[in-house]
């Protein structure tokens, strides 16, 4: 047996097509139109590669859309005027401070200056208390977009076993936050491990559903799958390969060739999460733009 292939290519494209429609519709009754700003500090390869494709995604629906580059060096101070202005600007729905940063930058600090309702990648405290109260706030874009591809697959949270490995404030937290709550893609029964979990394999060949979150290359074997379980492929991992063009290639956290043979579903890397949390993006900008115009 062989698992099915999750195309969050596919899927996305579907996705953002009803966000350019949901928007036409916004942008004529309000004329205001749906404006990103991302903010990168540094020369991070990985981190531009995101965020060029994160405000092509904004630029591609006609929404207004900007990168903010400062050098590696910028100081604290320097990132809050910036974050402050942009909290100010009518144009600017969402705001996005690309991570990670230089180490000499406090980032919880600066995460917290941007405003709640303009925190598209729902990392403020307040959007995080909310997200795990069931309150309406933006949730963070790669949780959400994996809760999307498990709708859009009609693949079953409900009461299903799901183990998360990693505990990330980014992925690992969140994902887990937002299967165990109450509704359409929730109602999970949630574990989550780390780097201290012991007897993870027997853990994960539990689980229903497989989420690999740790940014370690083909961490996963086949042999921690329960035989048709949903594997999740959260990593993007630059791995040497001499025959590529670019000298490297991208592999997951899941040894994908084993892990096919034994699991019911996967997604691929590239292919499967990443699009999704692009178009999650979109999402959470569309859903500020208009939280703020109401
Ligand atoms: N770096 C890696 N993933 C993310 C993300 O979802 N948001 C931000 N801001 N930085 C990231």
């Not at 916004?26 to 540094?42: C, D, E, N, Q, S």
């Not at 403020?124 to 959400?144: D, E, M, Q, S, Y």
Request: proline share 7%; charged share 20%; with cysteine.
């Amino acid at each position: 047996m062989s698992a099915r292939i999750i195309d969050g290519v596919a899927i996305a494209a579907r996705i953002r097509e009803q966000l350019a429609e949901e928007a036409q519709a916004f942008i004529k009754r309000t004329r205001v139109r749906p404006g990103l700003v991302v903010i990168l500090v540094g020369d991070n390869p990985a981190s531009q590669v995101y965020v060029r494709s994160k405000r092509k995604a904004c630029l591609d629906l006609g929404w207004y859309s900007d990168v903010i580059h400062l050098p590696a060096d910028a100081t604290q101070e320097r990132l809050e005027e910036t974050i402050d202005k942009l909290n100010a600007d009518p144009m600017v729905h969402g705001i996005l401070l690309q991570l990670p940063l230089p180490d000499h930058l406090n980032e919880q600090g600066l995460l917290q200056r941007i405003r709640p309702e303009k925190d598209v990648d729902g990392f403020h405290p307040i959007n995080v208390g909310k997200l795990v109260l069931g309150l309406p706030a933006p949730v963070p874009c790669t949780p959400l977009g994996i809760q999307r591809l498990l709708i859009e697959e009609h693949i079953e949270t409900a009461g299903k076993f799901v183990v998360v490995l990693g505990r990330s404030n980014i992925v690992g937290k969140p994902v887990a936050s937002l299967l165990m709550r109450k509704g359409s893609g929730g109602d999970a029964t949630v574990c989550v491990c780390h780097s201290r979990s012991e007897n993870l394999s027997s853990i994960t060949r539990q689980a229903d559903i497989l989420i690999a979150a740790v940014g370690r290359p083909r961490f996963v074997k086949a042999g921690w799958i329960k035989p048709g379980a949903t594997v999740i492929d959260v990593g993007i991992n630059r791995v040497n390969d001499p025959d590529s063009p670019r000298g490297y290639r991208l592999v997951g956290d899941v040894d994908f060739e084993g892990a096919k043979a034994v699991a019911g579903a996967i997604t691929p890397v590239p292919g499967g999460v990443g699009p999704m949390t692009i178009a999650m993006l979109l999402h959470n900008t569309l859903w500020c733009a208009k939280n703020l115009s109401a």
